[in-house]
């Protein structure tokens, strides 16, 4: 079974159809990644998987671990196991990266987790990215660089242990050294929790490194070709003019 289907999906924002009947399936533990032209629905895809109230579905399904999750709220869909990391993370002045990971735990699993364990494990996925411990006990985003918000949002994955994350355009606008981290990031993810992937992107830069299962490719709210590894190094050649 699948531990994520999606069926004839349909999403319209202010009355505009973006998807128009997409089809996706990913296997637990697989690795998939969404290509395309800006603007051909593909973070719109990723919103509406998790819930976001501007994303209308008009039609279709989505299932996820065997679980009817197409009309379920965001807050719920968080504790079936999903996450999503965002193209452009938000600024939280007063709280701390650390008291945010912490609360988001607890919010997630229910239960209060002891602080010698939480700090355990923080400690643990800091060194697995390489990042200082300081970094944790700054305001969430605040005064990061582009590349520092890329980082904790792979923390925050690496943290929560989701069974299925969404990466948003993660690499975009990274230099040679955060795509890197970032990097390190997925690949203790896939080794330590093992979860599914979807890593949305219009570049490939990031993919480099990583086994890819299966490759899509959206273009105008359709998915207009599939594959598998090969079909990135197509992209690479010749771009998405082919499918448009």
């Known amino acids: 079974m699948s531990l994520l289907e999606i069926k004839g999906l349909k999403v319209s924002v202010e009355d505009k159809e973006i998807l128009k009947g997409i089809d996706l399936e990913i296997g637990s533990g697989e690795t998939h990644v969404i290509m395309g032209p ?10 509406s998987i998790m819930g976001s109230p501007e994303y209308e579905k008009t039609g279709g399904t989505i299932i996820f671990d065997g679980e009817d999750i197409t009309d379920m709220s965001i807050d719920k869909i968080a504790r079936k196991g999903v996450f999503l990391s965002f193209q452009n993370p938000v600024e939280i002045p007063g709280i701390t990266l650390k008291s945010f990971l912490r609360n988001a735990l607890e919010q997630i699993t229910g239960e209060r987790m002891r602080m010698r364990d939480f700090n355990k494990r923080l400690d643990e996925c800091l060194k697995a990215l390489d990042m200082s411990p300081e970094y944790a006990t700054r305001d969430l985003n605040v005064g990061f660089s582009g590349g520092e918000k890329k980082k904790a949002e792979i ?19 990274l230099d040679v050294d955060a795509v890197r981290t970032v990097s390190m990031g997925i690949e203790a993810y896939k080794k330590e929790v093992g979860g ?13 490194a990583l086994d890819v299962d299966r490759s899509h490719v959206i273009v105008n709210g359709k998915v ?14 010749n771009g998405f003019e082919q499918f448009v």
């Open 38 to 47: 800006n603007g051909a629905g593909k973070s719109t895809l990723g919103f």
């Open 155 to 173: 923390l925050q994955m690496l943290m929560l242990r989701p069974k299925f994350a969404i990466l948003d355009e993660t690499d975009s606008g």
């Open 196 to 208: 599914a992937l979807m890593i949305i992107t219009h570049s490939t830069k990031i993919l480099e």
């Open 224 to 237: 207009v070709k599939e594959g598998g590894r090969e079909l990135i190094d197509n992209i690479n050649e």
